[in-house]
């Protein structure tokens, strides 16, 4: 389910952004499922990135795939 969130700063989206994607890491491992992250490319996800990098201490079992939105049609 899709949902939208504002924020006031672009710092505050970067921190939600890396707060979801590690909970939702941590939600598949605990239920035992594969993990699949595809990251776009850019300076716009740089700061979630960066911030994730230091929410999640162990990456073993996560795929990271590289994703291009300009490849949608």
Known sequence: MARLTV???AAQAADTAARR???AIA???REGRAV???LAGG???RAAY???AGLVEDWEGVELWLGDERLVP
Request: net charge negative; charged share 30%; proline share 6%.
């Open 50 to 52: 960066e911030q994730l």
């Open 36 to 38: 699949h992250l595809s």
């Open 27 to 29: 939600a598949g491992r």
């Open 21 to 23: 994607l590690a909970d």
């Open 7 to 9: 924020t006031e700063t």
């Open 43 to 45: 300076e716009t996800p």
